[in-house]
Nanobody, 126 residues
């Protein structure tokens, strides 16, 4: 089991940037794919980005492709989500998650991830 803690959320104006971090503890972090999801009020949890255990492969949802970048530092047990060109529609609680495998192939769903953080709020004002 991997324990996850997100940080870096906050309030930002449209067009701005934020960098989310997810600190992990547990023996399996470096062998697990990691993902970022978000959930807005009244909506289902939405997949955003995934990175393989080594960091060599990434996959993005169309809604964030070209604006968000996922990365990881296995030496620091941390995964990041760099978010640029933020829009009010990006407002949500953002979660990181650890997969049960080294890489999750399409389609990526929350069920593919066995460990979750508590989330960090991102609010984008217009």
């Amino acid at each position: 089991q991997v324990q996850l803690v997100e940080s870096g959320g906050g309030l930002v104006q449209a067009g701005g940037s934020l960098r989310l971090s997810c600190a992990a503890s547990g023996r399996t972090f470096s062998s697990s794919a990691m993902g970022w999801f978000r959930q807005a009020p009244g909506k289902e949890r939405e997949f955003l980005a995934e990175i393989s255990w080594s960091g060599s492969s990434t996959y993005y949802a169309d809604s964030v492709k070209g604006r968000f970048t996922i990365s990881r530092d296995n030496a620091k047990n941390t995964v990041y989500l760099q978010m640029n060109s933020l829009k009010p529609g990006d407002t949500a609680v953002y979660f990181c998650a650890a997969a049960k495998v080294a890489f999750v192939y399409y389609p990526v769903t929350p069920r593919d991830f066995g460990s979750w953080g508590l989330g960090t709020q991102v609010t984008v004002s217009s």
